[in-house]
């Protein structure tokens, strides 16, 4: 089954302890992408990747990392999580963003920070 | 100006009516657009690419109007099981290719 997986799908942790959401995608897809989900804000893209170790910000960067070792799998990584980091994290994966091609979601993240 | 922007709703209608969303976009430069359905909180899902020509896909319409630079979404013939939140997506090109925008999603009741 083609599918975009994260885990953890859960976690409350607290502030400045580090932490990685891992991302994994069976799809062959060369495009993969983070994004958080908060209230009144729509879903705002973290960062993406174009292909492996090709990588770049998108509109709320600030405080992640991302790592494309492998096409399959795209971690993010808060290496000193804030409580303004609490959101709902979407993975995301596609063939090609430019095209017309549905981009497949992971079924998100729940992150509290306290 | 938000770069992709909705009326939030919330629509409420009942059973059978017709509804129409729309979407307007600030970039000139925005290459695609699609409409995702997102239940609950849940991971959105996609539910129609825009083309310029426009496109139907049973009950739902979609259009694009590139010199207006705005999205819309029509609904006939509103089920129970189109109550969801509807989200705008745009992609960008040149400098921006890869970079994605959501508007912040239009939430739909349909009542009985």
Redesign the interface.
């Known amino acids: 089954e083609a599918q975009v997986t994260q885990n953890p799908r859960y976690l409350i942790t607290v502030t400045g302890k580090k932490l990685t959401v891992t991302c994994s995608q069976n799809m062959n897809h060369e ?1 993969m ?1 983070w ?1 958080r ?1 908060d209230p ?6 973290i960062y ?1 990747s ?1 292909n492996v170790e090709v990588t ?1 910000k ?2 709320v960067p600030e405080g992640y990392k991302v790592s494309r070792k492998e096409k399959r799998n795209f971690p993010l990584i808060l290496e000193s999580p804030s409580p303004n980091q609490t959101s ?1 994290y ?1 993975c995301a994966s596609t063939a090609r ?4 091609n ?2 497949f ?4 993240t729940r992150l509290t920070v306290l | 100006r938000k770069e992709v922007e909705q009326d ?1 709703g919330p629509f409420n209608v009942p059973e059978g009516a017709t509804v129409a969303f729309n979407c307007t976009y600030s970039n000139s430069a925005s ?2 657009f ?1 409409w ?1 359905r997102q239940d609950c ?6 539910l129609m ?1 825009v ?1 310029s020509s426009g496109n139907e896909d049973g009950r739902f319409t979609a259009q694009l109007n590139r010199a207006s630079q705005y999205i819309s979404l029509l609904i006939r013939d509103s089920k129970l099981s189109d109550s969801a939140t509807y ?1 705008c ?1 745009v ?1 960008r ?1 040149g400098t921006s ?9 239009t939430i739909l009741t349909v009542h009985p």
Do not use: A, H, I, N
């Open positions: 495009y992408s994004y989900q009144g804000l729509g879903l705002r893209q993406y174009m770049d998108g509109d709902l979407f963003p430019d095209l017309y549905e981009q979601f992971g079924p998100g | 939030p290459q695609s699609f995702y909180r849940k991971e959105p899902k996609l690419s083309y989200l997506v992609t090109g290719y890869g970079k994605l925008t959501f508007g912040q999603g």
